[in-house]
């Protein structure tokens, strides 16, 4: 019994072991839509039931078809006591051109079990403009232009073709605006820009269109008859719900609307790639295509040989700018030129207006330079089918010749920071340790150098002291004559002791006389020729005088008198009469004048 | 380096050959003067080595290393703005923002138009958060002499008007013909010493405390205690306003004033 019951509790385990586990493990792909209109895109289902492989499997490569991973989804089930899981790996499928794609059965090892799908078909239709009369009936709820300005092109050549979006009025929003596809083939496409300041609404028929005008910068980059277009483009537009059910008045705010995904395309656009004429093209033609002017400066304009020179060259117009390059020139001969460097300013968003500025380092290689030759730079303009030289005239230089100065070397200082550029690391290190000086207070704080600036006032009061002086003698003859008197005195001792030691009485005696002359007139303040012995006892200002001096002075002319008659007298006494007119002087000097 | 020694002590002993018989009294004056001499140039020769060898290291990227060496020369004593730069850039690559900017603005004040050391010393000076204090465009103007040359300047002018004006007197016939320079003379000399008198002041009144260490807590007092003023990162510059024991009462570029521990600040002259 218990054998038994055991026996169906197992059965009954196994059963259900069984079927919760699912008996066979699943792998199905699947894609929601079988076909699709280029430009539209098509989800990739990869399930797999009652298995979790640990990866999304991978897509095998298909020419045509783009595969962009989305991400993994989830389920899990309990339904009547049996349960089931599944994992679902999704792809967007993106296809490049119309045709049929068959997207193959993938095998997928999970857990050690070989699972497989089965092959997939797709059918990609080829999307055409709508005709003219849908559009102009408002059949269409959007539609795609596309203009190229031009039918002909010179290859080289730069122009703007436009895209036209045209939304129907009654769309109430649109998003998810893709360009699918654009063939340019022959063309150089640059980046699509949308120009927002020209949407406008315009009427199509009898309805009323929004145009969101798309820029579409194209260079022909070869010859021959080019097709441009179509274009496709993909966007999901939400229209009026067409549920006319509930209240009107209700329905006008509560209307969500429903969304739909158009799928867009214009008409190929076929375009006239022209060469470039060979006849009359510049020798230094280097491939300008556009309209251009040019202005050229150069400097320093007073070098040395082996110096430097920044010739700076501006082209500025419109046309293919990013082409543009500075043409070699065939004058600059007698000097060393180095690669210019370049630095494009675009005026309009497709870079087709401008200036392009060349900076190119020359320097002349001897001194019978004296100008820069001129620049020329030719370009071919399009709009009139011809050449252009443009032609900057020759700037005059002044190269002295170079002599022991080194050549300059034309790559920048290594510690020298460049201007209007924001570093990004510190100046290297200094090689050179310089002169090394000891830590000392400023010299204004230095007594020496303090009591030094004494010196140039000090030169100046003893100027200042010397000039008052010397003008206070210059002003006042009675001192003049008295220091002179003084001089004279001083010098006339020394000849009247010379004259004593060489015992020469009558040089000695006319000495003595004039001397007694001489003093006794400056302080009488007449002139010496006037003094006799006479005025010793006559003149007022003696009489005052001390009687030993008048005496004295009587002495010393009555021997002056007597040496004319009794000459020979012996030396001591001349020195003994130079000692006494010595000894006298004093008295004069203090007498008052 | 050791050539260099010998080599120098063999010219030494050279001249001191030649000179002993030759000059008898003044041999020991002559002697005395040639070991000073001698010792100079050894002792330039040993810092143009040190100098070298913490170039090297600063080449092999050892930044610290050479940082510790060119240290090491600035504190026998000598200095040159080369070296104070280089001193700077091993302390920026070493991370030591404070330290840079205290040894560029020393470059600064011995090379003062050195574009160089403003290049660089403006680059680090990028590198600091939080506010900063800034020479004002007359302090940077000022700044384009050393103290010393506008002392210079100041006195040169000074001793040439004085000297023209004792000229005058002694010729009093020159007073006509030098009166636009007696005139631009006494100019000069009024602008230049107004202009020294600004920056002596400027040097000796005011000075900058450059932060050394990261993220220095100012206080509202000087002990550890007070509360924190405001912080002052790696290598802001802030005016020192007082001093107290070993701390120094600082105002950072927005105005906020606290006090910080000497040890963490760098104080330089203000100009």
């Given amino acids: 019994m218990l054998d038994r019951f055991c026996r169906i509790v197992i059965l009954v385990f196994a059963a259900g072991f069984l079927i919760t586990s699912g008996w066979a493990a699943s792998f199905t792909a699947s894609l929601d839509r079988d076909s699709i209109a280029l430009g ?26 783009q595969f962009q991973y989305v991400g993994p989804s989830s389920s899990f089930s309990f339904i009547n006591g049996q349960t089931s899981s599944s994992i679902t790996y999704n792809y967007i499928v993106s296809p490049q051109h119309d045709g049929e794609f068959v997207i193959p059965g993938m095998r997928a090892d999970v857990n050690g079990q070989q699972l497989a799908s089965s092959p997939l078909k797709l059918i990609v239709s080829k999307v055409n403009a709508p005709s003219a009369a849908a559009v102009n009936a408002g059949d269409e709820v959007a539609f795609l232009k596309f203009e190229f300005p031009k039918n002909k092109i010179y290859a ?78 993909s966007v999901v537009v939400v229209l009026p719900s067409q549920n006319d059910g509930g209240d009107p008045f209700f ?50 304009t007073n070098v040395t040989v082996g110096d430097p020179i920044t010739v700076r060259v501006q082209i500025s117009g419109s046309g293919s700018l990013d082409a543009i390059t500075l043409p070699p020139q065939d004058a600059w001969r007698d000097f060393k030129t ?4 370049t630095k494009l300013n675009t005026s309009d968003q497709f870079g087709f207006q401008g200036t392009k500025t060349f900076e190119q380092i020359i320097s002349p290689q001897n001194a019978d330079v004296y100008e820069l030759p001129a620049l020329t730079f030719s370009f071919f303009n399009p709009e009139d089918g011809q050449y252009h030289t443009l032609t900057q005239p020759s700037m005059p230089l002044v190269v002295k010749a170079a002599g022991a100065t080194p050549m300059p070397t034309i790559a920048a200082n290594k510690n020298s920071a460049p201007e209007n ?3 990004q690391d510190i100046l290297p290190i200094k090689d050179n340790l310089g002169k090394l000086a000891t830590k000392s207070s400023p010299l204004v704080a230095q007594p020496v150098f303090l009591v030094a600036q004494a010196v140039p006032v000090l030169a100046f009061v003893a100027a200042f002291v010397w000039r008052r002086r010397t003008d206070s003698l210059a002003n006042n003859p009675r001192l003049r004559r008295q220091r002179a008197v003084t001089a004279l005195i001083a010098s006339g001792m020394d000849d009247l002791k010379k004259y004593a030691a060489a015992n020469q009485p009558d040089e000695f005696f006319a000495t003595l006389f004039r001397l007694l002359q001489e003093q006794l007139g400056e302080r009488l303040d007449c002139p010496a020729s006037a003094i006799t012995e006479n005025v010793i006892d006559e003149h007022p200002v003696l009489r005052g005088a001390p009687a030993a001096t008048l005496q004295t002075l009587r002495e010393l002319f009555q021997l002056c008198n007597q040496a004319r008659y009794a000459p020979v007298r012996g030396t001591g006494e001349l020195n003994s009469v130079a000692a006494q007119f010595e000894k006298t002087i004093p008295g004069f000097q203090e007498m008052k004048a | 380096m050791k050539t260099q020694i010998h080599s120098s002590e063999r010219e030494f002993a050279q001249i001191k050959r030649k000179l002993e018989p030759t000059y008898g009294g003044c041999y020991r004056f002559s002697i005395l003067l040639l070991a000073l001499v001698w010792a100079g140039n050894l ?22 290393d050479a940082a510790n060496a060119y240290g090491k020369i600035l504190q026998t004593g000598g200095q040159s703005p080369a070296l104070l730069f280089n001193d700077a850039n091993a302390e920026f690559k070493s991370g030591n923002l404070g330290k840079a900017i205290a040894a560029y603005r020393r470059a600064g004040l011995l090379a003062p138009r050195d574009s160089e050391i403003r290049a660089n010393l403006d680059f680090v000076r990028n590198q600091v958060q939080g506010p900063t204090v800034r020479e004002s465009r007359w ?20 001793w040439l008007l004085f000297l023209l004006l004792a000229a005058r007197q002694i010729r009093p016939t020159l007073g006509p013909k030098l009166k636009s320079v007696t005139t631009m003379l ?34 509202s007092g000087p002990f550890d205690e007070a509360q924190s003023a405001f912080t002052a990162h790696d290598g802001a510059e802030l005016s020192v306003l007082d001093r107290h024991d070993d701390w120094i009462q600082v105002a950072d570029g927005s105005g906020k004033i606290g006090w910080l521990p000497v040890k963490q600040v760098e104080i330089l002259p203000g100009a």
Avoid at chain 1, 176 to 199: M, V, W
Avoid at chain 2, 43 to 64: E, H, I, M
Avoid at chain 2, 145 to 156: D, I, R, S, Y
């Fill in chain 2, 186 to 219: 006494v100019t000069l000399t009024i602008l230049s010493g107004a202009v020294l008198g600004l920056q002596a002041e400027n040097h000796f009144s005011s000075q900058i405390a450059v932060v050394i260490s990261a993220g220095a807590t100012a206080r």
């Fill in chain 1, 338 to 341: 180095y690669p210019p460097t």
């Fill in chain 2, 139 to 158: 302090q940077e103007w000022l700044g384009q002499l050393t103290l010393n040359q506008w002392t210079l300047m100041a006195a040169g002018a000074f």
């Fill in chain 1, 421 to 423: 550029q924001t570093p």
């Fill in chain 1, 156 to 233: 080289g050549e730069a122009e703007v073709g436009q895209l036209e979006l045209y939304l129907r009025d009654d769309i109430q929003n649109f998003g998810n605006f893709q360009l699918t596809g654009t063939p340019t083939d022959g063309f150089s496409p640059g980046k699509i820009a949308e120009l927002q300041s020209q949407r406008r609404r315009v009427q199509v028929g009898n309805r009323v269109y929004t145009v969101i005008p798309l820029a579409v910068p194209l260079t022909a980059v070869r010859t021959g008859s080019l097709v441009l277009g179509p274009f496709t483009a």
């Fill in chain 1, 40 to 65: 539209e895109q098509a989800t990739l289902s990869l399930k797999f039931d009652g298995v979790q492989p640990q990866d999304a499997p991978g897509i095998p490569n298909i020419p045509g078809l």
């Fill in chain 2, 43 to 64: 002792f330039a020769a040993d810092v143009a080595a040190d100098f070298s060898t913490a170039n090297r290291l600063y080449a092999d990227g050892k930044f610290s």
């Fill in chain 1, 251 to 300: 329905r006008q705010f509560f209307n969500q609307g429903q969304q739909k995904q158009v799928t867009l395309a214009t008409d190929p656009v076929s375009v006239e790639s022209l060469p470039l004429p060979e006849k009359n093209k510049p020798a230094n033609f280097t491939g300008a295509i556009g309209n251009f002017t040019m202005t050229a400066t150069a400097g320093p």
